[in-house]
């Protein structure tokens, strides 16, 4: 049966999610194709209502529509709803939908596939930024049982709120004291857009991080950061963003198309020439 899926967003031409989806479904001989979906923010509830009929299997959401879409499905995973965001919709049998955020899973992946022994309760976490990006790893850390996460961003109030609605064991850092925040911890994320081409980079000292802690960056344009150089200069073990995005998107075609896809080099070095 021929299926379809996509990627719904306001712009949406950027997305390297059509060269991902469309290479695993070419390597596993489906019938099927994964589009760009462009969709207004006040067209957004239309859409979604119109994936059964079109034949969708389903979609994946990006900017602006991941916290929006939450209230227009029929349900949304217990996940999902403690990020505050979906990703993923999968259209069900009776043409309901579902909501679902492969963000953290694919987060924590990039983790074991960069270091296999890494565990979640191996020391603290200092995570820089209170976004959506944030909240899908701080989620996801909790889920596999982090037992202290530091959470810093230039915005207190941001962060202060953040902490307060996840709770223990999460705990906001006054941006002036996130050099501190980095003394012992044993993993370091970036979920901020500093580093990011255009952007400048973060304004941290790793002076006290610990050279055998993982430091982790949400962005993968460019593939090594400013932050990502400095730790590597330090003996520190990196994580690009790379590794987030591509695990995100295989809990999401296994959904629509159920095959679970594997990483290979040919598919990362086809995503690294978009850029």
Not at 92 to 121: C, F, H, K, M, V
Request: glycine fraction near 10%; aromatic fraction near 6%.
């Amino acid at each position: 049966m021929y299926k379809l899926a996509g990627v719904m967003g306001w712009p949406v031409a950027h997305s390297r999610s059509p060269t991902l989806h469309n290479h695993w479904i070419a390597q596993y001989g489906l019938q099927g194709a994964y589009v760009l979906l462009p969709v207004q923010p006040e067209k957004l509830e239309t859409a979604l209502r119109g994936l059964p009929a079109l034949g969708f299997a389903g979609c994946n959401l990006t900017i602006p529509h991941k916290v929006a879409a939450m209230s227009l499905v029929d349900r949304v995973d217990p996940l999902a709803t403690r990020i505050g965001a979906i990703n993923t919709i999968v259209v069900e049998t009776d043409g309901s939908l579902t909501g679902l955020n492969t963000d953290g899973y694919g987060y924590i992946q990039s983790l074991l596939d960069a270091q296999p022994s890494w565990r979640a309760d191996a020391g603290p976490v200092a995570v820089v930024g209170a976004g959506g990006a944030a909240r899908a790893v701080i989620a996801s850390l909790m889920e596999r049982g982090a037992t202290e996460i530091r959470l810093t961003n230039r915005s207190w109030a941001k962060a202060h709120d953040m902490a307060q609605e996840f709770g223990l064991p999460v705990r906001a850092v006054p941006w002036d004291d996130r050099h501190d925040a980095l003394a012992g911890a044993a993993l370091l994320v970036n979920t901020t857009n500093q580093g990011m081409h255009g952007q400048p980079a973060l304004d941290l000292s790793l002076a006290q991080l610990p050279t055998d802690a993982l430091v982790s960056d949400v962005v993968y344009v460019p593939l090594e950061t400013p932050l990502l150089a400095a730790a590597k200069l330090r003996g520190n073990t990196v994580v690009n963003g790379l590794g987030m995005l591509v695990n995100q998107a295989r809990p999401a075609f296994e959904a629509w198309f159920g095959v679970r896809p594997d990483i290979s080099p040919e598919l990362l070095a086809k995503v690294q020439a978009t850029f």
